[in-house]
T-cell receptor, first 112, second 111 residues
Framework: DADVTQTPRNRITKTGKRIMLECSQT?????MYWYRQDPGLGLRLIYY???????NKGEISDGYSVSRQAQAKFSLSLESAIPNQTALYFC???????????FGPGTRLLVL | GESVGLHLPTLSVQEGDNSIINCAYS??????FIWYKQESGKGPQFIID?????DKRQGQRVTVLLNKTVKHLSLQIAATQPGDSAVYFC??????????FGTGTRLQVFP
């Protein structure tokens, strides 16, 4: 869905490197989320943000940080990447009056 | 494309048949439920949702049924098509803003 874009789509990095995954949306939604997806597991919430000044930890925030640069942009950083952070990462958005979350196309991250 | 889930339960159906995908949710206090479709290499795509005060909701070729007594959710796809092949998973929402996602079922449609 072009309303939610993620860059890069694929990334290979080495252990110890700092990397940033970016998410942008044109839906005008105030709420944004970062999830990771691993084989055999459901999506797990890393961080979420209700607006630019509101950032909240999800269930697996250790090793990650986020920045909400604007209403439309929410970036996820891995401060020092480790191999078990190899996963698919998804950004999602939600409008205040809705319950539904809309997902971006994902970033596949491989940490060597 | 990516493998979303290596060991997911799989439902195989013939093109044109109806499909029923099931989901057991965990919390009786959940008040909202969503079904998503995820094709290989893509992000989850919203299909249909239902609130806990409803038992059934219909969309285009899809129907969601909610049985709160046994905490069960199902997705019915009518006249299944090859383009329906994907992983389908449900999500539930408690009183918080957070969604809890299931692991998914892989739907394979064969001619």
């Amino acid at each position: 869905d072009a309303d939610v874009t993620q860059t890069p789509r694929n990334r290979i990095t080495k252990t110890g490197k700092r990397i940033m995954l970016e998410c942008s949306q044109t839906k005008g939604h105030d709420r944004m989320y970062w999830y990771r997806q691993d084989p055999g597991l459901g999506l797990r919430l890393i961080y979420y943000s209700f607006d630019v000044k509101d950032i909240n930890k999800g269930e697996i925030s250790d090793g990650y940080s986020v920045s909400r640069q604007a209403q439309a942009k929410f970036s996820l950083s891995l401060e020092s990447a480790i191999p078990n952070q190899t996963a698919l990462y998804f950004c999602a958005t939600r409008g205040g009056a809705e319950e539904t979350q809309y997902f971006g196309p994902g970033t596949r991250l491989l940490v060597l | 494309g990516e493998s979303v889930g290596l060991h997911l339960p799989t439902l195989s159906v013939q093109e044109g048949d109806n499909s029923i995908i099931n989901c057991a949710y965990s919390n009786s206090a959940s008040d909202y439920f969503i079904w998503y479709k995820q094709e290989s290499g893509k992000g989850p795509q919203f299909i249909i949702d239902i609130r806990s005060n409803m038992d059934k909701r219909q969309g285009q070729r899809v129907t969601v049924l909610l049985n709160k007594t046994v905490k069960h959710l199902s997705l019915q796809i009518a006249a299944t098509q090859p383009g329906d092949s994907a992983v389908y998973f449900c999500a539930e929402k408690l009183f918080t803003d957070k969604l809890i996602f299931g692991t998914g079922t892989r739907l394979q449609v064969f001619p």
